[in-house]
């Protein structure tokens, strides 16, 4: 079976436990979720900066998709800073020719000419032709200052042996890569114009890497400068691949990585402890981006020691618990401090639970409402792209009504078309084409006419007279066929007759087509006059892009003023330039974001931060926009407002539960601590014997009942006040000195009224007679019992001097008066002040001891029983002589019987053992001795019995 203690002791424990893991485990756990849901929206917006950086870094990328754009800035920032600005020219060339080799071996073939139009050899990467350099100077210069091609023209065989077989006149542009040939290493050429320092012509050869080159030479410079990001290029043609070794990053990891972007393809992707991003640059060349998620650790690190801090305070806190439940320390909390700590507890716990709760909610609640926008957004933007296409019904009527509408009678024809065609360019802000005559002549061109439209018209000519004859029913109408068109076309593999059915069957109408890779809008329109002849054909067509470009301009600002805290911009694809408006500010969120859309060419949603404001982000690839990209910039004002609305209500109900907290623990304080303290007070007056004082009674319960009782009790208190001042003047009031005896006496009660009695009687003859006794029990009735004796004793002495008969007599009486209810031991000793001895007798109590010099000596006599316990009672008197310095102690038996700290009896055997070393100079000072040692060793609480103690000093 098992021990009650152990039992005990294990129950404690789960209780220990259980209060530990409520109000400690609990509370830590909810700050645990608090910081956990905090750093997962740290960690996703680190994360989510971290990919948008990554996609701006990818994004940089695409500027250097075209080799030959990148050598042609090369080439023509080396120009600029060589020629304008340089007082020595040919030292700056020296210096930058020297960077580009090492920069770019075998890439570019310099050739220096100076002012004077000589070739200088040594700043020329091949021996230069000198005589035929003078000659091409010389024309470069003619072009270049005035346009003058004539010399390029005359001298052209000589300057193309130097340039490339495959160069021509025509193609002589400066800062333009041109190809030269196809059998030397020089591959194309490109040069200067002049300038009064002289010109640069440069050859550049065709490397193996030549896909990758802008792309290479980026990656190397980006990982020269970014010590956190590493850039890797991937030329996957088949006679050059880059591994990831070159760029310093790990080959096997490289290719984990290009196979999970081959098999999911995605913006970011996450590999490891690292995060990738990647750009197609072209079909073959690829572009990595790497980045160590080094915040995302710095995050592990911060929950980990949240970890360790959160699990060091539940100790710390359950240790203190734990010893003051076992009881091995006792810290002195207040009832109103309990109270207010529960009651807090009771009221942060629901309000932390809700915190979390409410702030779930809220983060839920800003992800429904962003995706509202985006989707709102999303389904605007698509909208608008494809309403696209009701620009060109209405240009289709603009044309028809300005310009397809008879000519009045008398009205100049041509005169009229022209005016027409004005009005038409002025309001659609198109050109509005070239107007042919019955003579298939350009009667009137608006706008410009390039040398294809010249050949076209031309070739066409025979075509419009056949379609102006069949228009106007003219019989003689020649067959096209037998035209110089016809032969010519069909020589060139040109279907004409499919081409002319095209023309007469699309003919005033509007119809859209591709044309060498370009989307064109052209429609060719009959013009009639009154008398419904046909004086006019009028062309005109126009790249799609443009009609576009004059939706968007017209329709997307309108569209967005619409929709309230949003902006719409139009991104040019292939540019990457932001199209409309062109007073938007470039910002580096923006570029990223719009090459993300570009990229993936789907909806990409994402918010940005930008001077303390949140945006979102919706992008969408336009369908019937060519090369545009679409992006909605929305403020998150009307969510930032409906999250504070939302807040403002959490707030407003968790200040509700503080206010009905508040004033359920102001009812408790009234109810529990108000009465409590009364209580308290009245234990104070109590224990400082203000008797007088009264609890006031608040309530009709439980604490006004006590309160009523307490009261009760105090007035009983003041009765037994009277009860202690008249037993207080039953002993006696001083010590008493006599020439050989020093006396000196205490009586501590442990109630108000007690048992123990002490008395000292001088009798006439000088002697003393001293009486020490105790009733049995304490309290009201034992006080009535001792007085009684103390009356019977002062009665008794005047008559006898025996203390065995004083014991006789006084025995008779409280036997016949309390008839064995009560009993009383009683020791009276007779001293004799002359002869240092004295007479004694014991009635059943405690045998007093004489202490002399460092030695205890019991005074044992012949014991009775104690008064009124048995009718038969012997009682007899005995001497004992004491010597000079001796020191006589009487006590009673609430000294010996009292509780030690350890749990057991002071004893006789602990006081006899410390007895010598309490005596003092005097009776009164041993007495006080004793009384503090014994105050000491005991534990601390109500008293248990009365405690008497005499000291006899013989002098």
Known sequence: MDNPENIGTRFSGIRWAVFSVVFFGIPLVLIWLGFHNFWRDIEAKEQRRLDERLERVVAGFDQFRLTEEFVTKIFQVMVERVFLGQKNPEKTF????????????????????????EALPELCDRPPPLAILRQFAIAVKAKSQGGNERLLKEHWNLFKGFLGSLMQPEQIYFFSLKMASHQDKRHFVIMSPWYSKGML????????????????????????????????????????????????????????????????????????????????????????????????????????????????????????????????????????????????????????????????????????????????????????????????????????????????????????????????????????????????????????????????????????????????????????????????????????????????????????????????????LPISDSTGRVRFLLSTGWIRTLIEEKYLEKYMLASCRQLEDTRWIAINKKTKQIFLPTSFKKMPQIEAFAARVSNQEQTVRDNIDLRGNRYLLTGISAQELSNIDLVAITSDRFIHSEICRLQWMVGIVSLAILLTGATVGTLLARKFLEPIGNLAEGVTSLRRRQFEKRLPILDCDELGDLSQTFNEMMEGMADLEVARIVQESLFPTKSISLVTFDIHGTCVSATQAGGDYYDFFLMPDGQLMLVVGDVSGHGVGAAMVMAMAKALVAHLVTKLTNPAEILENLHMTLLRVLNRRKMMSCFIALLDVKERKMTFANAGHNDPFVVRGIKTIPILGIRSFPLGAAKRNNFSATEFSFEIGDQFILYTDGLIEAEALDNQAVGYERFLEVLPSLMGDSAAATEDRILSWHRQIVKPGPQADDITVVVARVN
């Open 94 to 117: 020296a210096l930058y020719r020297k960077q580009i080799h090492s920069r770019f071996p075998d890439l570019f073939e310099f050739t220096y000419v100076d002012k004077n139009g």
């Open 201 to 524: 012509i440069a050859h550049v050869n065709l490397p193996p890497n030549w896909d990758s080159l802008a792309t290479l030479d980026r990656a190397n410079f980006f990982n020269h400068h970014s010590k956190r990001f590493k850039a890797v290029v991937i030329d996957e043609t088949n006679h050059l691949k880059n591994s990831g070794q070159d760029f310093g990053v790990d080959s096997d990891e490289l290719k984990r990585v290009i196979a999970s972007f081959t098999a999911l393809p995605r913006a970011v992707l996450r590999f490891g402890e690292s995060v990738w991003a990647h750009s197609l640059i072209s079909p073959t060349v690829k572009v990595f981006v790497r980045s160590p998620p080094v915040i995302i650790r710095g995050l592990a690190r911060k929950k980990i020691l949240l970890h360790i801090v959160l699990i060091a305070l539940f100790f710390l806190l359950s240790f203190p618990t734990w010893m003051a439940m076992s009881g091995r320390w006792l810290p002195y909390i207040s009832i109103r401090q309990k109270l207010v700590g529960l009651f807090l507890y009771m009221v942060a716990l629901p309000l932390a639970f809700m915190s979390l709760a409410a702030s779930d909610y809220l983060s839920e609640k800003r992800v429904v409402l962003e995706k509202q926008v985006h989707d709102e957004m999303e389904k605007s933007l698509l909208l608008f792209d494809h309403r696209m296409p009701r620009i060109i019904g209405e240009l289709d009527r603009t044309i028809k009504h300005i310009l397809g509408s008879v000519i009045p009678p008398g009205a100049p024809l041509r005169e009229t078309m022209v005016a027409r065609m004005k009005r038409f360019s002025a309001k659609m802000g198109l050109d509005a084409g070239y107007l042919l005559d019955e003579n298939c002549e350009a009667s009137y061109v608006d706008g410009s006419i390039n040398h294809l439209d010249e050949r076209n018209l031309k070739l066409l000519k025979p075509i419009y007279a056949n379609l102006f004859r069949s228009y106007n029913h003219i019989d003689n109408a020649e067959d096209f066929k037998d035209s110089q068109v016809f032969k010519i076309g069909s020589a060139g593999g040109i279907d004409v007759e499919a081409l002319y059915a095209d023309l007469a069957t699309s003919l005033g109408r509007l119809v859209q087509f591709n044309f060498t890779g370009k989307r064109m809008v052209r429609i060719m």
